[in-house]
């Protein structure tokens, strides 16, 4: 079942009544089932959260979003309980071998530097190298194709002269959004299929709570960069508003392709994730990403 996505840029409590969310504003109240929210985005100092709806929240998985000062995602509450074989996953996680996890970012790699050279062609209509740059990727991507791949990349991704930062201009500010909300959204799936998010199986840094999900995430970020090239098309804008930040929400309900069916980008996200789990089992040698364009 496809989640909804709420976005709170206004004074509001939350509060539950019959599993219900119900949100009171100084305009309105409304209510909605809980078990139909995936995503709750929070950005107003305003917001009142009671305790039993976090909860109830948690319990069904949604991933509860809190802006910061900036109006950009600064952390999130994410279920750590929400698979019946819990610690037999967190075991066989810890105790996947260095070149099982140097294999799978192997591939993470090759899927992310395809997908960008994809995405590169349909925006420029040129064909480019992409496709060997994957070819090259080695266990681990010890030779770093990933960061050869990213450097040509941004150079001609967008018509005018840009650097990618973290903290940099527009639109800077934009990709941050999109991939926090694409962040939370494979931290969410990965959670759902009990997996740690602290354990990545290539980012290891001590203070990054949210590891694996920057991992799994590197291959669908072309999806924001996508989403991006169209808002800077039909908006002049350059500051986040209510409008863009539901534009970039809208990247979690997107279409991608598996080989025999199609599925929206949140539901695909917990495909990618169980598959990962069935590998640090054992069952599977491979994980299940999808396609971004047919």
């Not at 970012?105 to 496709?131: D, R, Y």
């Amino acid at each position: 079942m496809l989640k909804r996505s709420i976005l709170l840029e206004n004074k509001a409590s939350i509060s539950t009544k019959n599993l219900q969310l119900v949100i009171k504003t100084e305009i309105r109240e409304s209510s909605i089932p809980i078990e139909d929210i995936g995503f709750i985005v929070i950005d107003h100092p305003e917001v009142y959260l009671s305790i039993p709806a976090m909860n109830l929240l948690i319990e069904n998985n949604t991933s509860i979003i809190i802006c910061n000062t900036s109006h950009l995602p600064n952390g999130m509450f994410l279920n750590l309980n929400s698979h019946h074989i819990q610690q037999e996953i967190f075991k066989n996680q810890i105790n996947a071998s260095v070149p099982l996890k140097k294999q799978l970012w192997q591939q993470t790699i090759v899927e992310k530097i395809t997908n960008q050279g994809a995405l590169l062609q349909k925006i420029t209509s040129k064909k480019n190298n992409f496709e060997f740059l994957a070819s090259k990727v080695l266990s681990g991507d010890s030779s770093n194709m990933e960061g050869v791949a990213a450097s040509f990349y941004w150079k001609v991704f967008f018509e005018q002269k840009f650097k990618r930062e973290r903290f940099g201009d527009y639109p800077n500010n934009f990709l941050n959004y999109g991939y926090t909300i694409l962040r939370a959204a494979t931290a969410r799936a990965l959670s759902g299929s009990g997996l740690l998010n602290t354990l990545g199986i290539h980012h290891k840094s001590k203070y990054n709570a949210f590891a694996l999900a920057d991992d799994i995430m590197e291959p669908f970020r072309p999806i924001v960069d996508e989403k991006i090239v169209e808002i800077m098309q039909n908006y002049d804008e350059q500051e986040l508003n209510t409008q863009i930040k539901s534009e970039l929400l809208q990247i979690l309900t997107r279409t991608v392709y598996f080989k025999d069916e199609k599925s929206p980008l949140m539901v695909a996200l917990q495909k990618t994730a169980s598959s990962l789990q069935q590998c640090y089992t054992g069952d599977r040698k491979k994980i299940k990403y999808p396609k971004l364009w047919n």
